[in-house]
């Protein structure tokens, strides 16, 4: 049987499709993910739910949920190859940016999962809406692609410490911030409503952040992950 | 006395003493250093 | 030899120089104490250094990986232990010339403030990282990488935080730093804070080489000992 070349973007979504498949046998990330967003906004809405705050702190609230659910949920992406012993065989079948982009597009997957479920619940929990749908829609998405593609990497290099613990939300934080910041901002003007030339900023700030990201953890992740 | 003044005393007092100090770190460092090498 | 002598009496004549001219500050525009300005001689300095340390860091951080060098890794080490300390010691200052001038010891929407507590996250995510990780080789190379990201997420703030603290400093501005960020300094004032900006850089070069030929003394004690 003569060997087909396969492309690297099949290969990707290959690896991408594995770790949906086992996700989808044990339901570990995906539920911690989700009850944490859960509980987290259940809090903030029995604390302050009552005191109809402000869209601006809502906003960033918005966003405080995603953050930490995103800390402990994500953290896991290549602990349990390295438990589970299948991290060799990924080394060995493939380059390790394929691994990379695989990943990312498992955890990009996870959090739009996550915020198709929190979104609707915060709207009503909270009693906002965003004016302007677009603009809302597009920050978030923006947003979780920055998200996933900048702690992919940082969860690889928490997987080969030897204590764990919060190393992962520690070394996230500093990076992440910058997304926070411009998607704050952008979700922000998505709720009190305003134009597209008030987020033309903080949105490609954005767009920058995610792209050298993005490009960034794909060149040092070799580094990593060839430990 | 002028408050300037005393301020400025004790951060020229504290200074000479930590300049004093790295001087002598940096003979030691350097002795040993003569050292490993022969 | 002769530029130990330099620094000697340059930090010295700096020394003296901010306490007896004039303070940098006029008596019509400041807040609070006149003199509580002349911290500034120091303060900025000390920010300055702790931030070139952590570049430094970063510099060696990419020649490890290039090379897998270890020496480079100790370097970086050292950098980043140095550059700690001076940003404390940075944060301390700052907030002690805050309390005196605008009132409170520490404040949110000053972008001053908030950048460098970042920058002490960064040096705390980098050493929780390092006490993380057993293996020598792989804290090296872990090291490295993260070093890398939070120095491009720095740049980032370093962009990002102006624009959207542009928005919501409700700081009673001084008139060293106006309207645009520039500061504005009688040629005196100007003298002197440049001989301290050199000499602080200077004693950092200074303490940095010792450190680092200790670090190598002792290394070489170390595998001296185990032959």
Not at chain 1, 78 to 89: H, V
Not at chain 1, 150 to 164: G, L, Q
Not at chain 3, 210 to 217: E, G, K, P
């Amino acid at each position: 049987m003569p060997i087909q070349s396969v492309s690297w973007v099949s290969k990707t979504l290959a690896v991408t499709r594995k770790d949906i498949v086992s996700e989808f046998r044990t339901r570990y990330a995906v539920n911690a993910i989700v009850m944490f967003a859960l509980v987290t906004l259940t809090v903030i809405s029995f604390a302050i739910g009552l005191l109809s705050p402000s869209k601006e702190i809502l906003s960033a609230l918005f966003w405080v949920i995603l953050f930490f659910a995103a800390m402990s949920g994500l953290a896991q992406a290549f602990i349990k190859e390295e438990e589970s012993g299948t991290a060799m065989i990924l080394r060995l079948s493939c380059a390790g940016s394929i691994v990379f982009f695989g990943k990312m597009l498992f955890n990009l997957l996870l959090l739009i999962t996550l915020s198709i479920l929190i979104v609707p619940l915060f709207i009503v929990f909270l009693k906002i809406s965003p004016a302007d749908w677009i603009i809302f829609t597009g920050g978030v998405l923006m947003g979780l692609i920055g998200l996933s593609g900048a702690t992919t990497i940082i969860a690889a290099i928490v997987s080969k410490a030897s204590v764990k613990g919060a190393l992962f939300t520690v070394l996230s934080f500093p990076v992440l911030l910058p997304l926070l910041v411009a998607a704050i901002e952008i979700t922000r003007v998505s709720f009190t409503g305003g134009s597209f030339a008030d987020i033309s900023a903080p949105f490609q700030l954005l767009v920058a952040y995610d792209v050298i990201m993005i490009t960034l953890s794909s060149m040092l992740f070799d580094f990593v992950w060839r430990l | 006395m002028n408050p300037n003044f005393v301020v400025m005393i004790v951060t020229l007092i504290i200074w000479v003493g930590l300049f004093l100090y790295l001087f002598s770190l940096d003979r030691k460092v350097t002795r040993l250093e003569k050292k490993s090498e022969s | 030899m002769w530029w130990k002598i330099i620094i000697f009496f340059g930090m010295s004549a700096v020394i003296v120089a901010a306490f007896l001219t004039a303070s940098p500050m006029r008596a019509a525009d400041s807040l609070g104490a006149v003199d509580a300005y002349r911290i500034l001689y120091f303060h900025v300095p000390q920010a300055w250094v702790a931030s070139l340390a952590f570049l430094i860091s970063m510099i060696y951080s990419i020649r490890f990986l290039k090379t897998k060098n270890m020496e480079y890794d100790t370097k970086a080490l050292t950098a980043n232990k140095l550059g700690v300390m001076f940003a404390v010691v940075a944060t301390v200052t700052g907030s002690i010339f805050a309390k005196m001038t605008w009132g409170e010891f520490w404040n949110w929407s000053e972008i001053r403030e908030v950048s460098i507590f970042i920058l002490l996250l960064i040096y705390g995510g980098y050493f929780a990282l390092r006490s993380a990780v057993s293996d020598p080789d792989t804290r090296a190379n872990l090291s490295a990488v993260i070093s890398i990201i939070f120095a491009v997420a720095a740049l980032f703030l370093i962009f990002v935080l102006p624009r959207i603290y542009g928005l919501f400093s409700q700081h009673p501005s001084d008139s060293i730093l106006n309207e645009s960020g520039q500061i504005t300094m009688g040629a005196t004032v100007r003298i002197i804070f440049f001989s301290s900006l050199i000499m602080f850089t200077a004693l950092f070069f200074w303490v940095y080489n010792l450190s680092v030929r200790v670090a190598r003394l002792s290394a070489n004690l170390l595998l001296e000992n185990k032959k």
